[in-house]
Structures are given as structure tokens and as C-alpha cells.
């Protein structure tokens, strides 16, 4: 038993002999620590929920009614997508969420950027286009309905408005926070006005604009849930819709797993597409 404790001991003693003269592997180690705290943190609190919601289905805490359990909701997620409702419907939003994002998000960026390098343009159009901003997407939904219905034109338009806002906004900041004496090189090297916005103001801004564009992103997708509730017959917010006017309320719990999901993605998407275009960025320290 001693020779074994011996031998156990040594090498262990080896073992960290080795991590202190390779520091690589010590780092490694430390990475894949945080990697897996990073990836059990964020877990924590849905399993907390879930476990809550399976204590309140089986002990009877609420009516099953009211909540289902987390089996029959997760069966008729499946029942949904077997039957291609899910699929169908979340389709038919992403084009929807597509068109009005690309809309909103081209003339965001071309206001943006006439705001941010334009005094003028930004004195007589920005106190306007605050106050419009601050009014939300459901706001206008009643008003544009006696103009264009309830077809597809209204849910593109309150999409690209509720892109528009946000991606306008961080042209303008990102423009803004620029330093002078980026302009002053430009200046010594006689740059155009056309140089100037793709040699110094774009790359320069381009952070900002990310922000935009990931907060527009997430605007559109719930302006589209808002729209597709009050005014849509198909969709996947029609889908939830339906769902209350049967009180199913398993197939509602369905579809806001989906969309919050989908919305997930999409940000989680951009995020990773952000950390790849922006890699050239070094923190000061």
C-alpha cells in the first residue's frame, strides 16, 4: 500500500513539475475552466425554471389548464413540427422579418450617416426623427391600418421602422465619437467627401454600426410577434394567437419557446459574426 501511495504521489509531483515548465498548459487548463463555467453559468437559471414548472405541474400548484407540463408542451412542439405548422409559419415570419430588416436597416444607415456628417442635415432632421422614434411600433400600427390594412405592406413597414430607429442612432453616435484628428489626416491627404466616408468614417464607425444592427435585428423580430398578434393570419405570432382562441394554451407556451429561440439566434448569430469581421480590434490593455 505504501509503494502504491509512492508511486501515486511521484507522480503527481511529475505531473505538476511539467504544467510549471510548459505555461501553455496551465493556461490551457484555465481556458477550459472558464469554458466550462462559461457555458454551466448561463444553464443555471432554465433548469431553475423548468424545475419550478415541473414542481408546479406535479404537485398540482396550478391548474393544468392554465399551465401545462413541460411534457405535453415539449409534445406538442413536436406535434407542431411534424405537422410543418411550425416550420410553415416561422417561414412565412422570416421573410417578413427579412424584407422589413433590410428596408429599415438601408435607410437607418443612409439617415445615419447624413445626420452624423451633416450639421444642417442633422439640425433640421434629428429632433424630428427623436420624436418619431420615441413612439413605438404598436403605436402605429392603428394609424397605418387606415392607410395600407392589414396586409403585408403594414408588417414591413412597422419592421423596417423598428430597424430603422436603432441602426440611424448608432450611425450617428458611432460618427460623432470619430476624433478630429482622423479628419485632420484625411484633410492632409486631400481626401474626398466620398474618401473620407470609406476611409475613415466607415472603419471608424463600423463598431457602433454592429450595435445598430444587432439592436435593430432584435427589434424587428419583436415588432414582427407584435404585429403578426393584432393584425395576421399566419405567422408564427398568428400561430400563438390561435392558440389563446382555443385556449391551448400548450401550444402558446409552444410558440414562445420558439420565437424566444429564433431571437436567440439571431443575436447570437451577429454576435459571432461581429467577433469575426472585428478581430483587427485590440483592447488597450
Known amino acids: 500500500m505504501s509503494i502504491a501511495a509512492d508511486t501515486t ?133 392603428p394609424l397605418l391600418m387606415m392607410f395600407v390594412g392589414i396586409g403585408e405592406t403594414l408588417k414591413i413597414i412597422i419592421i423596417a421602422k423598428a430597424t430603422l430607429v436603432p441602426i440611424a442612432i448608432a450611425a450617428v453616435q458611432g460618427i460623432r465619437n470619430i476624433p478630429e484628428n482622423y479628419f485632420e489626416v484625411g484633410s492632409v491627404f486631400r481626401f474626398s467627401r466620398w474618401q473620407v466616408v470609406r476611409y475613415i468614417v466607415l472603419p471608424a464607425a463600423v463598431p457602433s454600426l454592429f450595435n445598430g444592427v444587432r439592436q435593430g435585428l432584435n427589434h424587428a423580430w419583436l415588432a414582427l410577434v407584435v404585429v403578426e398578434l393584432l393584425a395576421s393570419s399566419e405567422g408564427i405570432g398568428y400561430l400563438m394567437v390561435w392558440g389563446r382562441q382555443l385556449f391551448q394554451l400548450d401550444v402558446v407556451i409552444a410558440t414562445m419557446i420558439v420565437i424566444g429561440a429564433v431571437g436567440l439566434l439571431l443575436d447570437q448569430g451577429l454576435q459571432f459574426a461581429e467577433s469575426r469581421l472585428l478581430r483587427w480590434r485590440r483592447s488597450a490593455y
Open 9 to 141: 504521489t511521484l507522480a503527481r509531483q511529475v505531473l505538476v513539475t511539467k504544467t510549471a515548465q510548459r505555461p501553455w498548459t496551465g493556461r490551457l487548463l484555465r481556458r477550459s475552466g472558464s469554458w466550462s463555467l462559461g457555458l454551466t453559468l448561463p444553464l443555471l437559471l432554465p433548469l431553475a425554471i423548468l424545475g419550478a414548472w415541473q414542481s408546479a405541474s406535479t404537485w398540482h400548484w396550478i391548474s393544468p389548464q392554465i399551465l401545462p407540463a413541460p411534457a405535453v408542451v415539449w409534445g406538442t412542439l413536436v406535434d407542431l413540427t411534424a405537422s410543418g405548422d411550425i416550420t410553415t409559419n416561422l417561414g412565412i415570419s422570416a421573410l417578413r422579418v427579412l424584407y422589413g430588416f433590410l428596408i429599415g436597416g438601408i435607410a437607418g444607415l443612409v439617415l445615419g450617416l447624413a445626420m452624423g456628417l451633416s450639421p444642417t442635415v442633422r439640425a433640421y432632421l434629428y429632433p424630428t426623427f427623436n420624436a418619431i422614434s420615441l413612439v413605438p411600433a404598436l403605436g402605429w400600427i
